[in-house]
């Protein structure tokens, strides 16, 4: 059974650093490629960052060069570092993956950015 769950949200300040992360289970990890999602208050769910099994990254030009997605294939874990956060990435962060044509998503992760 394919599972995500994210964890590590939390509240922090204009400027600051947060890392969420999203432990896998049920596939072989290493093979797939992932995504960050996020959804704002009223707004879609909109996409963040890829990484492919072979560690290629990519990203929305609204985090590009603030946030950094990577991931251990030993312990099936993806992870987002986001750095110099503003109000505007307050979301519901959420990771993703296609399986063949089956789509899985964790429950979602809350962050927060306010001062």
């Known amino acids: 059974q394919v599972q995500l769950v994210e964890s590590g949200g939390g509240l922090v300040q204009p400027g600051g650093s947060l890392r969420v992360s999203c432990a896998a289970s049920?596939?072989?990890?290493r093979t797939w490629n992932m995504r960050w999602y996020r959804q704002a208050p009223g707004k879609e769910r909109e996409?963040?960052?890829?990484?492919?099994?072979?560690?290629?990254?990519y990203y929305a030009d609204s985090v590009k060069g603030r946030f950094t997605i990577t991931r251990d294939n030993i312990k099936n874990t993806l992870y987002l570092q986001m750095n110099g956060l503003n109000t505007e990435d307050t979301a519901i962060y959420f990771c993703?993956?296609?399986?063949?044509?089956?789509?899985?998503w964790g429950q979602g992760t809350q962050v927060t950015v306010s001062s």
């Open positions: 993703q993956t296609l399986l063949g044509t089956s789509e899985y």
């Open positions: 049920g596939f072989i990890f």
């Open positions: 996409w963040v960052a890829t990484i492919t099994g072979f560690g290629d990254s």
